[in-house]
C-alpha cells in the first residue's frame, strides 16, 4: 500500500477518533461554578434557577460572606442542589482548565460596577475576570441588573428616575461588551464550553497555500496528521504551535 493512501486512512482514522471523543465530552456534565453574592430584591429566583439546572450540571458555589448573614451552607445546599459550597475566602483555587461555566444567578448593581471597573480585589470579580481571559463561558441571569426587567416592578421599585435606569441599563450593555452572556430565567443555555480540539489536514495545508501562506499557527490541542506534514514540507509551509 503506498504512502500516500497510508496517510490517507491514518488521517480518516483520526477525524473519526476526534469525533468519538467529541461525543464522550458531549456525554459528561458539565462543571459549572455558580458565584453567589446578595441583591436588594432577594436572591430567590436564582435559587430556583440553580436548582433547575442541577440534574444537567456538575454545580459547585463560591459566596460571599455576606451571604451567610441572610442563609446557611447548608440551606444554600438545599436551595440550589449544589454538590459543594464554599466561602470566596476559602477557595486556593479554580480549576480552570476542568471549569466549563461561571454563572452569575444573582446580578447585583456592585457586582456589574466592580467588573466593568476590573476590581481584582474583590475574590468574585477576579474569578470572573479570570474566567473571561482564559476563554471561558460566564453567563450571568440579566433581572438584578436590568431596571427594565418585570421583577422589579413585582417587587415595586420601578418607579426611579429615567437617568438612574438609563445609567444602570448602559452598564449591562458595558458587561455584555466584555464577553459576559445575558440571559433570562426563561432561556435554554449550554452550559458546555466548545470543543477546541482543531484536526489540520492535508486539504487545510493546499488552501493556506493557495491564500499565499506560508506559515500556519495552531493550538496545542491541534491534531496535524502525517499527510499534512507532509503536504507542509512539500510545500515549505510552517507549522507552527503556539
Not at 16 to 24: E, P
Not at 29 to 37: G, M, R, S, W, Y
Not at 112 to 125: G, H, K, M, T
Request: proline share 3%; glycine share 4%; net charge neutral.
Amino acid at each position: 500500500m503506498g504512502n500516500k493512501k497510508q496517510s490517507a486512512m491514518m488521517e480518516h482514522t483520526l477525524q473519526l477518533l476526534l469525533n468519538r471523543n467529541g461525543s464522550a465530552d458531549q456525554q459528561q456534565k458539565p462543571f459549572v461554578l455558580a458565584l453567589l453574592t446578595s441583591h436588594l430584591i432577594g436572591m430567590e429566583p436564582g435559587f430556583s434557577y440553580l436548582k433547575a439546572i442541577k440534574d444537567n450540571a456538575m454545580l459547585n458555589v463560591v459566596l460571599e460572606e455576606a451571604v451567610l448573614e441572610q442563609y446557611e451552607k447548608q440551606e444554600i445546599l438545599r436551595l440550589t442542589g449544589a454538590e459543594k459550597v464554599q466561602i470566596d475566602n476559602e477557595v486556593q483555587e479554580i480549576p480552570f482548565h476542568k471549569l466549563d461555566t461561571v454563572l452569575l444567578p444573582v446580578l447585583s448593581f456592585s457586582l456589574v460596577s466592580d467588573i466593568l471597573a476590573l476590581n481584582e480585589q474583590r475574590p468574585l470579580v477576579r474569578i470572573i475576570l479570570s474566567a473571561l481571559l482564559a476563554g471561558k463561558k460566564v453567563i450571568a441571569l440579566r433581572a438584578g441588573a436590568d431596571p427594565f426587567h418585570p421583577i422589579w416592578k413585582m417587587k415595586g421599585m420601578d418607579k426611579g428616575a429615567t437617568a438612574l435606569k438609563g445609567k444602570l441599563n448602559k452598564r449591562l450593555i458595558e458587561l455584555k461588551s466584555f464577553g459576559v452572556i445575558l440571559v433570562d430565567y426563561q432561556d435554554k443555555i449550554d452550559l458546555k464550553k466548545e470543543n477546541s480540539k482543531t484536526l489540520v489536514t492535508e486539504e487545510t495545508i493546499r488552501f493556506a497555500y493557495q491564500q499565499g501562506e506560508s506559515v500556519i499557527f495552531i493550538s496545542k490541542n491541534t491534531i496535524v496528521t502525517p499527510l499534512a506534514k507532509d503536504t507542509a514540507k512539500e510545500l515549505n509551509i510552517a507549522i507552527i504551535t503556539e
